[in-house]
């Protein structure tokens, strides 16, 4: 049986949440890094609409926070690395940053894409990293959503599953992407997804969005990188998928609100078991990320840099970046 936490550790995390929370109004520089607590939990404030995050790749295992024994404890191994790569290759690419945050500890210690009952575990400076780790996130989205109006969250993971390609999380199950492009489109599968605001406002059917040549799916296979959902693997079938954990859930747009994201899971052969692989990984990433924020965050300009509004700025390329 699995053991309950305390019933008192809610409230911790709700009390450690609020003492964020005036941290959470910062005014956070753009390109400086911060930390919490004992730098368990990083945050480097970017000028993008694109928040990137890494939640299980870490590899600190202080002795001041006990081993998780129940839950899933195994480490996203080199997500980590991939998400700094991402990031560097995003700030080559648009000459801006994207947000970075990274949980450093093992998730063995802390499982932060769990809600805190969960993945903490009832040890008070696990809860503390916990919460300071969505409460970067909060800052985040707060900061991107105030500059640009909307933006994307990605969720870098990685799997082990047998098939090595990208599964793309949207909330979405693997009942659901094995319907129809028809049935896909039911409005009620994007009201409960984690894009659902950037489905309402971009102007094309869901399934074009999920799947189709522009999606995320779509722009990653045609750079070489097999993904599910995608023109060419539309659905998953009977295979295993992650469609997306509690943080796409709780910093997507499920519930309204205007960061919307999606949870990538990675297969480690070909693009996390080599520095240079993950370099390559993360500029064909970058560019994906790129042009999917282009035409469907920003339709009412496409071609403009995503780091500035629809307006006559110059390009992001010449240092004019943020909103």
């Known amino acids: ?37 004992n730098a368990y939990v990083e945050f480097r404030a970017g000028d993008l609409p694109i928040i990137i995050s890494a939640p299980h790749g870490g590899s600190l295992q202080p002795g001041e926070i006990p081993d998780r024994t129940s839950g899933t404890t195994v480490t996203d191994v080199a997500t980590e690395d991939l998400a700094r790569a991402v990031a560097a290759a995003l700030q080559r690419l648009e000459g801006c940053e994207p947000f970075l945050v990274i949980c450093r500890l093992k998730r063995i210690k802390v499982d932060v894409n769990r809600d805190v009952l969960e993945g903490a575990r009832g040890n008070a400076h696990a809860v503390q990293a ?3 780790y969505h409460g970067f996130l909060d800052a ?22 047998a098939k090595p390609r990208i599964e793309i999380g949207y909330l979405l199950g693997a ?8 049935e896909l489109d039911d409005p009620a599968l994007a009201r409960g997804s984690s894009i659902r605001t950037l489905a309402a406002e971009s102007g094309v059917r869901f399934s074009a969005l999920v799947r189709g040549p522009a999606s995320l799916g ?8 097999a ?41 480690y052969p070909g693009l996390r078991d080599t520095p240079a692989a993950r370099s390559r990984f993360a500029s064909a990433l ?34 004019a970046c943020g909103g």
């Open 1 to 37: 049986m699995t053991p309950r936490a305390p019933w008192w550790l809610g409230a911790l995390a709700s009390a450690v949440l609020a003492a964020a929370g005036p941290a959470a109004q910062e005014p956070y520089t753009t390109g400086r890094t911060y930390y919490g607590r």
């Open 130 to 132: 916990w919460a300071e």
């Open 140 to 161: 985040a989205r707060a900061m991107a959503a105030d500059r640009f109006g909307r933006a994307l969250a990605v969720d870098l993971h990685g799997h082990g599953h």
């Open 175 to 182: 009942d659901d992407l094995n319907r129809p492009d028809l």
């Open 218 to 225: 779509g722009l990653l296979e045609r750079a070489g990188y």
């Open 227 to 267: 993904s599910v959902p995608s023109p060419e693997t539309p659905e998953p079938g009977t295979d295993p998928f992650f469609g997306g954990g509690y943080t796409a859930r709780r910093h997507g747009s499920a519930d309204g609100g205007p960061v919307s994201a999606v949870q990538l899971e990675t297969p």
């Open 286 to 319: 970058a560019d994906a990320l790129v042009t999917y924020a282009r035409t469907h965050l920003r339709p009412e300009s496409p071609r403009a840099p995503i780091a500035r509004r629809a307006s006559a700025r110059p390009p992001a390329t010449t240092g």
